[in-house]
């Protein structure tokens, strides 16, 4: 029975997870150019996205410490998802800058509320050695929604308008919603070696290798977030249409995710320390190489390249999170991980709006590629001590 239990909350967070970031994702290739029209510079650009990860950052902290005291996390997911669809609509609604920085800040808390959430859930449930798989199933399912969301935004977008991609998000989200409620068991799904434990984040910052899998996170968000921003500026001024640049996206989020799976069962039998680096210093010098692209092509082989190194290095680091959690607090390990995440995702829009707005958009991918590089050196050292 528990077993039987296991199964199927995997697989209802797996399909909700998927559509959540498919959801997610139809925005990523529209917002920067839908938020130029409404009057943003580069720098507010940056800030429309900064504002969805800095709530996030705010409020995590109180979801995770809440998780694992109280043991009951689907009403968080509940609760997250109602807000998802009301606030796709709200995009419909917009008229101004203003107005986006408040909807994608009312997102980024909607966000708190689910994504560590479904990873604590999984981490729970996770055999003794196979975190590693376990997690880069979740990763899956998180990497093709958001991948395949860019694309069929694209063609919403050019086909019937921007407003028919707000009106399928909220479709998505409610699906999602009903999902949790109905087909999501209430009970506390308990792992195979599971402790209950409530301690102080400074604790669980003060270990090294939590401070390593925090820096990587950091990296790997700079680097995601600086494309995801950026990018279809980039390609804007190569004369992409909306439709290719969402391949472009959806291209590298897709093949992330589909090699998740085999990343994650090597992860478990392998040096994690050697494909979080590898993996890191992949995805950095791809996104650094992408304004030297002559062509769309160029750009979407580099696109690629970086979908691998982020598929290399994400099971790795997630699985590391995942042991700690289970002796340290799963909830707030979650929260730590995804928070730095979020410290990342605000970083990487607001430096590469800044440096947009005084120096060109080329300028962007060399600044954050070469910031990457260098958070990962960081990075090193604390995996390093823990992992050999």
């Known amino acids: 029975m528990v077993d039987q239990t296991r199964r199927l909350t995997f697989g209802v967070l ?35 996205f900064a504002s969805h990860s800095f709530s996030r950052l ?14 009951k996390k689907k009403p968080f997911i509940m609760v997250g998802m109602f807000l998802y669809v009301l606030l796709a609509l709200g995009y419909v609604r917009a008229s101004c800058v203003y107005d986006l920085v408040l909807i994608r800040m009312l997102q980024g808390i909607a966000s708190a509320m689910i994504f560590p959430t ?41 086909t019937l308008g921007i407003t028919a991609v707000f009106y399928t998000m909220a479709i998505l989200s409610f699906i999602s919603l009903l999902l949790v409620i109905f087909l ?11 402790t209950v434990k409530v301690i102080s984040y400074r604790r669980l910052l003060g270990y090294k290798p939590v401070q390593g899998i925090m820096i990587y996170r950091v990296v790997n968000a700079l680097i995601g977030g600086g494309a995801l921003c950026f990018l279809p500026l980039l390609a804007a001024k190569m004369g992409t249409s909306a439709f290719h640049t969402g391949i472009l996206l959806s291209t590298n989020t897709i093949l992330a995710g589909i090699l998740q799976r085999p990343f994650g069962r090597i992860a478990d039998k392998r040096s994690k320390l050697f494909l979080i680096i590898t993996g890191s210093l992949i995805g950095s010098f791809s996104l650094f190489s992408m304004p030297l692209s002559t062509n769309y092509l160029i750009l979407l082989c580099l696109g690629i390249t970086m979908g691998v190194g982020s598929a290399m290095s994400m099971p790795a680091a997630s699985a590391i999170a995942v042991i700690i959690g289970k002796k340290e607090g799963i909830g707030s390990m979650m929260g730590l991980f995804t928070m730095a995440m979020s410290v990342g995702l605000i970083a990487s829009p607001l430096i590469s709006g800044a440096v947009m707005d005084f120096l060109n ?28």
Not at 19 to 41: H, K, N, Q
């Open 14 to 48: 797996l399909v909700v997870i998927f559509l959540d970031m498919l959801s997610l994702g139809f925005i990523v290739p529209l917002l920067p150019i839908y938020a130029r029209d409404l009057g943003a510079t580069g720098l507010w650009v940056g800030a429309i």
């Open 58 to 71: 705010i409020v995590l902290p109180v979801i995770g410490k809440l998780s694992d005291k109280h043991g």
């Open 118 to 158: 479904a990873m604590a859930y999984v981490g729970e449930m996770s055999p003794r050695d196979k975190e590693g798989s376990y997690m880069g199933k979740f990763n899956f399912s998180v990497f093709v929604g958001l991948g395949c969301g860019p694309f069929l935004g694209g063609i919403f977008k050019d």
């Open 184 to 194: 999501l068991p209430e009970q506390k799904v308990m792992s195979y070696h599971h």
């Open 361 to 388: 958009i080329n300028a962007v991918f060399y600044a954050m590629g070469a910031l990457s590089v260098l958070c990962t050196a960081i990075s090193y050292l604390p995996l390093k001590a823990y992992l050999e």
